[in-house]
Structure formats: C-alpha cells, structure tokens
T-cell receptor, first 117, second 108 residues
C-alpha cells in the first residue's frame, strides 16, 4: 500500500545524545515536511524539502538537521543542541501541482514519540 | 506568513448533536485541507477543498475563498468524532500553515 512510514514509533533518549527519526514515502511525492507537536498544541514546521538535495528551514529549525538524498526519504536528526526535544514528530509529503502553481494534498505518517530521559 | 485562525478552540457535544467548525485565513490560498487528529495522534485527511462544497457521509465542508474562510460541518456526532480538527492552507512556496485546532469531545 502507498503511504508514509515513520520509525521508530516510540523512542527514548538520554540527554546529550543525537537521535535520527526515519521517514519514508512511496507516494512518489516531491515535497516532504517535518512537524513537531507538543501536548495540547498545534503543529510547528521544522524543515521542508521540495526536491532532492534541497531543503528549507521552517519555524523551529534550531537543534534539528535533515537530509534529502533520495526522493522517498527525509530523515530528521534531533541533536543535543535541541533544548526541549521531548515531543511528537510528524512527517508529511505532498505532490505540488506545478502547472497551476497549486499544491496537492498533504498526507501524514503516524508519527514518532520522542522522550528524553 | 499566512495566519490561520480556528474557532471554537474547544467544543463539547452530546452524541447526536450537530456542529460547525470555522477556519479563517489571512491571505489568498491555493489549497485548504481539513484534518482529524485521533486520540492516538494520527492525522486523518477529511477534505481537500480549495473552494466550493464537499460532503463525505456525516461530514461536509465549504470553502469561500474570496471571503477567506472555510466551515466544517459535523452532523449526528458520534463519540468516534472526538479529537482535534485542524485546517491547513498553503502558500505559493508549498509551505503549509496550520490553525491551532478545535478540540471536540462528544459525550455518549
């Protein structure tokens, strides 16, 4: 089935450690996104990428890094520089409709819950 | 960036009641979506509705792009409708903007 797979679903990390969250999509979408959600809050954009080997910072990029070496993959690294990394992380993708400068529908993975001990 | 405001922030309904959720946005948009976040955190696509009206079972949505708002109607609500409803719009650079959500609690 086509979709977005995030792993791991749950992750525990000690303070000072880097951790990488995986996001893979087989929808052939060009654009991919990472969002952070804190309890009872909305979604905040961390990074997004519209094509391979290119990505842009979102609203809360500090303490995070990404890569986009393949179209289907957009891993997120939470570095030790991120002061409050405990959160729910959501990956999403869409296929921009370039012809009319419209953007296609956004789809989400099931999320990864990161807890820092 | 585009400002997205959702109302009400919280809503409590008795099972079987109807409700209307509103999403206002500050600029012209090419895309508007409604999502339902279930208690496990999963975001489910409800409607992709840049303009016009769509219906899917007990849910329907209307977007009036010229007046910069969208409405989500839930009829005959069920306990499984509980969760948080988000609307999202996108700018010409393929960046999505989300509202802060409406938290719905449907009581049996």
């Amino acid at each position: 089935d086509g979709g977005i797979t995030q792993s791991p679903k749950y992750l525990f990390r000690k303070e000072g450690q880097n951790v990488t969250l995986s996001c893979e999509q087989n929808l052939n979408h060009d654009a991919m996104y990472w969002y952070r959600q804190d309890p009872g809050q909305g979604l905040r954009l961390i990074y997004y990428s519209q094509i391979v080997n290119d990505f842009q910072k979102g609203d809360i990029a500090e303490g995070y890094s990404v890569s986009r070496e393949k179209k289907e993959s957009f891993p997120l690294t939470v570095t030790s520089a991120q002061k409050n990394p405990t959160a729910f992380y959501l990956c999403a993708s869409s296929m921009p409709r370039r012809r009319h400068a419209n953007t296609g529908e956004l789809f989400f993975g099931e999320g990864s819950r990161l807890t820092v001990l | 960036g585009i400002q997205v405001e959702q109302s009400p922030p919280d809503l409590i309904l008795q099972e079987g009641a109807n409700s209307t959720l509103r999403c206002n946005f500050s600029d012209s948009v090419n895309n508007l979506q409604w999502f339902h976040q279930n208690p496990w955190g999963q975001l489910i696509n409800l409607f992709y509705i840049p303009s016009g009206t769509k219906q899917n079972g007990r849910l329907s949505a209307t977007t009036v792009a010229t007046e910069r708002y969208s409405l989500l109607y839930i009829s005959s609500s069920q306990t499984t409708d509980s969760g948080v409803y988000f609307c999202a719009v996108v700018d010409n650079f393929n960046k999505f903007y989300f509202g802060s959500g409406t938290k719905l609690n449907v009581k049996p």
